[in-house]
Nanobody, 124 residues
Framework: QVQLVESGGGLVQAGDSTRLSCVASGFTFSHYFMGWFREAPGKEREFVAHIAGHGLSTHYGDSVMGRFTVSRDNNKNMVFLQMNDLRPEDTAAYYC?????????????????WGQGTQVTVSS
């Protein structure tokens, strides 16, 4: 069955860097674009980053532009989110997601499969 499993979250300090990973199984990974979203307590799910199936096109949310980088390894069925210059407002549960339809990649409804999430907490 389809699985997306995130890892790499934890407690970090403001200004630190960390990298999230997501390993996929159960579908043809390269045929799907991948997204990262985050959800903080009391807030709506927020688009973080998107990467096309071939990896040549990326998009970022305004709040992470210039600090976060999304990448993928289609040989390993993995997508990554490198997060630099972390801020307390980056504290959230981070989810990877896979989609194959047509539409706005910043909309969570476009994605077919979701991971269980990994918590990132940034202390000031």
């Amino acid at each position: 069955q389809v699985q997306l499993v995130e890892s790499g979250g934890g407690l970090v300090q403001a200004g630190d860097s960390t990298r999230l990973s997501c390993v996929a199984s159960g579908f043809t990974f390269s045929h799907y674009f991948m997204g990262w979203f985050r959800e903080a307590p009391g807030k709506e799910r927020e688009f973080v980053a998107h990467i096309a199936g071939h990896g040549l096109s990326t998009h970022y949310g305004d709040s992470v532009m210039g600090r976060f980088t999304v990448s993928r390894d289609n040989n390993k069925n993995m997508v990554f989110l490198q997060m630099n210059d972390l801020r307390p407002e980056d504290t959230a549960a981070y989810y990877c997601a896979a989609g194959s339809g047509v539409g706005s990649v910043i909309e969570s409804g476009l994605y077919d499969y979701w991971g269980q999430g990994t918590q990132v907490t940034v202390s000031s």
